[in-house]
T-cell receptor, first 116, second 117 residues
Framework: DAGVIQSPRHEVTEMGQEVTLRCKPI?????LFWYRQTMMRGLELLIY????????DSGMPEDRFSAKMPNASFSTLKIQPSEPRDSAVYFC??????????????FGPGTRLTVL | DQQVKQNSPSLSVQEGRISILNCDYT??????FLWYKKYPAEGPTFLIS?????DKNEDGRFTVFLNKSAKHLSLHIVPSQPGDSAVYFC????????????????FGTGTRLTIIP
């Protein structure tokens, strides 16, 4: 298995531009999570999906952020318009089927976003 | 408000010695705890976990201790090896054993461990 796949790995953009981050979870996993890592706050959960349905988006910082999961194998996190304070590493993670008895999440390599 | 706190941003330990990483939490509803390890330019990877029904879990060189009354857990690595140099994240959830399962994890800010050869 290739693991969780994220693209792009690096993104540099200018303030005001739209940014779209992409994630392909591990096949068969039914939960998907988007995190943001910063020095000050560590790993913050932005939103998570279960069976493609958003369950908790309380971590989404502002209306500028939106996330979708149109099917079990693809999710996007969009920032529009982007701001310099959005600069961070964004991780996507997935976890296995319900009742597996484990809360382990499998992380992708992350997307390093820089907004100038 | 940080519900999971790792108060030491960094720690340096001599190779072969014991590394002890600490984590405190404030939410008494947390019932499952995990440690993740992260190398530069990679995503975090799962290391070891413990449920609130236990106070210790061991896996090779790694042992996690849970003190529920103090709302404190620690990760012990012994002996420490150069490959252990990484950032370690503590995480907690309220979901272990629930029917829903796979709920969200609340992470700490991480501790950067450096093993000195």
């Amino acid at each position: 298995d290739a693991g969780v796949i994220q693209s792009p790995r690096h993104e540099v953009t200018e303030m005001g531009q739209e940014v779209t981050l992409r994630c392909k979870p591990i096949s068969g996993h039914n939960s998907l999570f988007w995190y943001r890592q910063t020095m000050m706050r560590g790993l913050e959960l932005l939103i998570y999906f279960n069976n493609n349905v958003p369950i908790d988006d309380s971590g989404m910082p502002e209306d500028r952020f939106s996330a979708k999961m149109p099917n079990a194998s693809f999710s996007t996190l969009k920032i529009q318009p982007s701001e310099p304070r959005d600069s961070a590493v964004y991780f996507c993670a997935s976890s296995p089927i319900l009742g597996s008895g484990s809360n382990e999440q499998f992380f992708g390599p992350g997307t390093r976003l820089t907004v100038l | 408000d940080q519900q999971v706190k790792q108060n030491s941003p960094s720690l340096s330990v001599q190779e072969g010695r014991i590394s002890i990483l600490n984590c405190d939490y404030t939410n008494s509803m947390f019932d499952y705890f995990l440690w993740y390890k992260k190398y530069p330019a990679e995503g975090p990877t799962f290391l070891i976990s413990i449920s609130s029904i236990k106070d210790k879990n061991e896996d090779g060189r790694f042992t996690v201790f849970l003190n529920k009354s103090a709302k404190h857990l620690s990760l012990h690595i012994v002996p420490s090896q150069p490959g252990d140099s990484a950032v370690y994240f503590c995480a907690a959830s309220v979901s272990f054993g629930s029917n829903f399962g796979n709920e969200k994890l609340t992470f700490g800010t991480g501790t950067r461990l450096t093993i000195i050869p």
